[in-house]
């Protein structure tokens, strides 16, 4: 079945250390986005990329890193700089128009700082 | 910035009754608007899109648009306990290709 794979479920970071969130997708998308969720408070977008080996900054980008190597795959590095990491980390993709007809959504990952 | 925005909640209906979600949107260019569903703890789920004018039904959903008034609302007919979740209303940017999400509707159906 086609779909957005997103790894780990739960995730802890100690302070002052990397971590990555893996984002994978056989849904044949050319696009791929990041986006954070807090308590009570929609999505923010991080970072997005519509073809591989391009991505542009969200709104939200401070503290973050991607990379865009294979159309399948979109990884998200929560760096040491980004001071307020908990939160619900969603991956979306969608057809290189596709903001035109949605998201596909994966299960997401939830990070806390420890 | 641009915006979308709806009330935060919760609202609360019987079961059977009509759900009314409403979002408004400051991006007037705006041409696709987008409805998901959120359960507790769970990724958002695409349940409608609409681009034109007027009403778009699905089964028991109906999304209503009125671009003149930037204003989009979801109605569920029939709300069901299962309909109980966070309704997000998000809308595709004029420039851009992407999506800005509104803060979310808590719906929380009483049997």
């Known amino acids: 079945d086609g779909g957005i794979t997103q790894s780990p479920k739960y995730l802890f970071r100690k302070e002052g250390q990397n971590v990555t969130l893996s984002c994978e997708q056989n849904l044949n998308h050319d696009a791929m986005y990041w986006y954070r969720q807090d308590p009570g408070q929609g999505l923010r977008l991080i970072y997005y990329?519509?073809?591989?080996?391009?991505?542009q900054k969200g709104d939200i980008a401070e503290g973050y890193s991607v990379s865009r190597e294979k159309k399948e795959s979109f990884p998200l590095t929560v760096t040491s700089a980004q001071k307020n990491p908990t939160a619900f980390y969603l991956c979306?993709?969608?057809?290189?128009?596709?903001?035109?007809?949605?998201?596909?959504f994966g299960s997401g990952t939830r990070l806390t700082v420890v | 910035q641009k915006e979308v925005e709806q009330n935060s909640g919760p609202l609360s209906v019987p079961e059977g009754a009509i759900a009314s979600l409403n979002c408004t949107y400051s991006?007037?260019?705006?041409?696709?608007f987008f409805w998901y569903r959120q359960y507790s703890g769970k990724s958002p789920e695409l349940i409608m899109f609409i681009y034109s004018n007027g009403d778009k039904e699905d089964g028991r959903f109906t999304a209503q648009l009125n671009k003149a008034s930037q204003y989009v609302s979801l109605l569920i007919r029939d709300s069901q306990p299962s309909d109980s979740a966070t309704y997000l209303c998000a809308v595709k940017e004029t420039s851009y290709d992407k999506v800005i999400f509104g803060p979310g509707t808590s719906l929380s159906v009483i049997p």
């Open positions: 979306a993709s969608s057809t290189r128009s596709g903001a035109l007809y949605g998201y596909t």
């Open positions: 990329s519509q073809i591989v080996n391009d991505f």
């Open positions: 991006d007037r260019g705006s041409q696709s």
